[in-house]
């Protein structure tokens, strides 16, 4: 099992950005990719973006392309989503997941952090 600890959710006005980390740790040995999804109330968890702890084929849904950047730092076990030029419709609880394969599906992964709301004022 891996423990994720995230931080960096907060409001904000639109146009500005965010920038959402993820500690990883505990049995991080199968945890090959990591990946960021988000929930707005009353939709579907909604996969944002993917990436291997190597950085392999970062990914992201069509929504965020050009505006958020995946990295990832094995050596300090941390995930970073950067959020710019962010919009009202980015409002969510965005959370972390590992997963030992890389997908964009949320069935993939095992393990989740507990969730940070970004708030995007219009």
């Known amino acids: 099992q891996v423990q994720l600890v995230e931080s960096g959710g907060g409001l904000v006005q639109a146009g500005n950005s965010l920038r959402l980390s993820c500690a990883a740790s505990?049995?991080?040995?199968?945890?090959?990719?990591m990946g960021w999804f988000r929930q707005a109330p009353g939709k579907e968890r909604e996969f944002v973006a993917a990436?291997?702890?190597?950085?392999?084929?970062?990914s992201y849904t069509d929504s965020v392309k050009g505006r958020f950047t995946i990295s990832s730092d094995n050596a300090k076990n941390t995930v970073s989503l950067q959020m710019n030029s962010l919009k009202p419709e980015d409002t969510a609880v965005y959370y972390c997941?590992?997963?030992?394969?890389?997908?964009?599906?949320?069935?993939?992964?095992?393990?989740w952090g507990q969730g940070t709301q970004v708030t995007v004022s219009s």
């Open positions: 505990g049995r991080t040995f199968n945890s090959y990719a």
């Open positions: 997941a590992s997963s030992p394969v890389y997908s964009s599906t949320w069935s993939s992964y095992n393990d």
């Open positions: 990436i291997t702890w190597t950085g392999y084929r970062p």
